[in-house]
């Protein structure tokens, strides 16, 4: 089992920025690989970003490329979504994920933390 606690959203203008953690526990994530998803009302979740824990892949949505970035920190077994020039269409509730890499379904998911980003 691997268990996940997202933090750091909340409200901003739009053009303002905000980073999110997930911090992880359970188990070695190095065969992991991990993600960020976001669904807003109404519509489908949404791929936003991802990484091979160990390293050698990180992979964006069409609609945040350029603007988001994902990161870890093996030390604190922590994943970050740095989010810059942010949207009205950012928001949404945003999860992180995990996964084997040889697993296309995310198995393990967070509870979701909201962004809210005003015009």
């Known amino acids: 089992q691997v268990q996940l606690v997202e933090s750091g959203g909340g409200l901003v203008q739009a053009g303002g920025s905000l980073r999110l953690s997930c911090a992880a526990s359970?188990?070695?994530?190095?065969?992991?690989?991990m993600g960020w998803f976001r669904q807003a009302p109404g519509k489908e979740r949404e791929f936003v970003a991802g990484?091979?824990?160990?390293?050698?892949?990180?992979g964006y949505g069409d609609s945040v490329k350029g603007r988001f970035t994902i990161s870890r920190d093996n030390a604190k077994n922590t994943m970050y979504l740095q989010m810059h020039n942010l949207e009205p269409e950012d928001t949404a509730i945003y999860y992180c994920?995990?996964?084997?890499?040889?697993?296309?379904?995310?198995?393990?998911w967070g509870q979701g933390t909201q962004v809210t980003v005003s015009s």
């Open positions: 994920a995990a996964t084997s890499r040889s697993r296309i379904t995310y198995d393990y």
């Open positions: 359970g188990r070695t994530l190095s065969s992991y690989k």
């Open positions: 990484l091979w824990w160990s390293g050698g892949w990180t």
